[in-house]
């Protein structure tokens, strides 16, 4: 069950989900709600259809949406996952495919307003832009090697002379797994791109302003 709403009427985007968690080593059940207006996804105890979520009542947890990265899984069509700027992440599951598209859709909109927003941030100084163009042209060539072996890996897989089959259920899921990390490593350089062209303009606007 989910309760979508536009991001312009200022409402809470929520519903159940289903939230692994390595302390008890299985899923649990709990509401999700998400504040646009903040970004923030927080999600509380629930104990099934009947129970409310009660005013006022503490989440058990939160997550910032802003520069996360939203991935389907491939482990199946209701699992997805939230990568959080701040190194977390989140394992989720949906009660059905519909469910799930309708939440990843939902989130990443979310999360790519509160990614632009973060360019109203002060910018940085000159010698730490230098260090973050250093570490995005570092991440470019390891991703760029990245894609390069996941590429002769599917060649190697769907080659004629692999001593397997192409169709082998381990190698299709190995294939699947490699092409689905390559996509969320790519949305998180394209993230890091983004916030990179924001502080670049926000400080050639403030220089601007001094010339002035």
Not at 137 to 155: M, N, V
Request: hydrophobic share 35%.
């Amino acid at each position: 069950m989910m309760k979508a709403t536009g991001l312009g009427s200022h409402k809470p985007l929520s519903g159940q989900l289903y939230k692994y968690t390595n302390v008890v080593k299985g899923w649990q059940q709990r509401w999700f709600a998400v504040d646009p207006e903040t970004g923030v996804l927080s999600y509380y105890l629930f104990d099934g259809p009947g129970d409310t979520i009660q005013p006022g009542q503490p989440a058990r947890g939160e997550a910032h949406l802003a520069a996360a990265v939203i991935c389907p899984s491939d482990e199946d069509s209701r699992t997805f996952t939230i990568n959080c700027a701040s190194g977390d992440m989140l394992k989720l599951r949906a009660t059905d495919a519909r469910a799930r598209q309708e939440w990843v859709n939902g989130l990443r909109a979310i999360a790519e307003i509160h990614t632009k927003a973060m360019g109203a941030n002060p910018p940085l100084q000159p010698r730490e832009q230098l260090a973050v163009h250093d570490a995005m042209a570092s991440a470019r060539q390891q991703l760029q090697a990245t894609e390069l072996s996941d590429a002769a890996l599917a060649r190697c897989i769907e080659s004629s002379d692999s001593p397997f089959p192409h169709t082998d259920p381990d190698l299709l899921l190995l294939k699947a797994t490699s092409a689905a990390s390559m996509q969320c490593l790519l949305q998180c350089l394209g993230i890091l791109h983004r916030q990179q062209q924001y502080a670049t303009v926000s400080v050639s606007s403030k220089n601007s302003d001094y010339d002035h």
